[in-house]
């Protein structure tokens, strides 16, 4: 029973790029959510897809945009990227309503 | 205010003895969840544990089990028979109302097991 995956483990980037991050659930989940932890701290939620949809969003400005692929998968887009941005990018997998949420090993983004 | 509040930032703990890391929550939703992850330094989340505001008794999961205090609003890890693997950063989770809403996350503990 495959996990959930993220591509790539690592990435570069420099100020004003943009960067696109995939994650395939964990088999039989249909619900993705994207967080993001900075250094030293907890993950902070990004949004959340189901059927296709951005359902939830937390407080990151439009620079983050994501999509959800008919197979459940996802990808995560940030745009004109900023130092900031340098972070863990965890991605998590459920069934929609329900509680657990299961974690991939994450992207570190570095942000130069 | 923050929701999820870990006082203590690194704990360590003889191997093989017991070890109780702190998580206090505030919320005014009747039903919520609570959940502890552990992340070793690969970054991958792991879940652990998981308790919900309903739950008449204490979750258990092997060698860790969650003591839920609801008046206190308190929802500590207790991980007993501590071992090397154990060390990693612990970090306390709620999620309020149902069961797609988002996790908030507390700042984490960091766990060191000492042989």
């Known amino acids: 029973d495959a996990g959930v995956t993220q591509s790539p483990t690592h990435l570069i980037k420099t100020r004003g790029q943009q960067v696109t991050l995939r994650c395939s659930p964990k088999?039989?989940?249909?619900?993705v959510s994207w967080y993001q932890q900075a250094l030293g701290q907890g993950p902070q939620f990004i949004f959340q897809?189901?059927?296709?949809?951005?359902?939830q969003r937390g407080n990151f400005p439009d620079r983050f945009s994501g999509h959800q692929f008919p197979n459940y998968s996802s990808e995560l887009n940030v745009n004109a990227l900023l130092l900031g941005d340098s972070a863990l990018y965890l991605c998590?997998?459920?069934?929609?309503?329900?509680?657990?949420?299961?974690f991939g090993p994450g992207t570190r983004l570095l942000v130069l | 205010a923050q929701k999820i509040t870990q006082t203590q930032p690194g704990m360590f703990v003889q191997e093989k003895e017991a070890v109780t890391l702190d998580c206090t929550y505030d919320?005014?939703?009747?039903?919520?969840?609570l959940f502890w992850y552990k992340q070793p330094s690969s970054g991958e989340m792991i879940f652990l544990i998981y308790?919900?505001?309903?739950?008449?008794q204490n979750a258990t999961e092997g060698r860790y089990s969650l003591n839920f205090q609801k008046a206190r609003k308190s929802a500590n890890l207790v991980i007993s028979a501590s071992q090397l693997g154990d060390s990693a950063m612990y970090f306390c989770?709620?999620?309020?109302?149902?069961?797609?809403?988002?996790?908030?996350f507390g700042k984490g503990t960091r766990l060191s097991v000492i042989a």
């Open positions: 308790q919900g505001s309903y739950d008449q």
């Open positions: 998590a997998s459920s069934l929609w309503q329900q509680e657990t949420q299961y």
């Open positions: 088999s039989g989940h249909d619900t």
């Open positions: 989770a709620m999620r309020e109302g149902g069961g797609n809403t988002p996790l908030v």
């Open positions: 919320t005014s939703d009747p039903s919520y969840g």
């Open positions: 897809y189901y059927e296709e949809e951005e359902r």
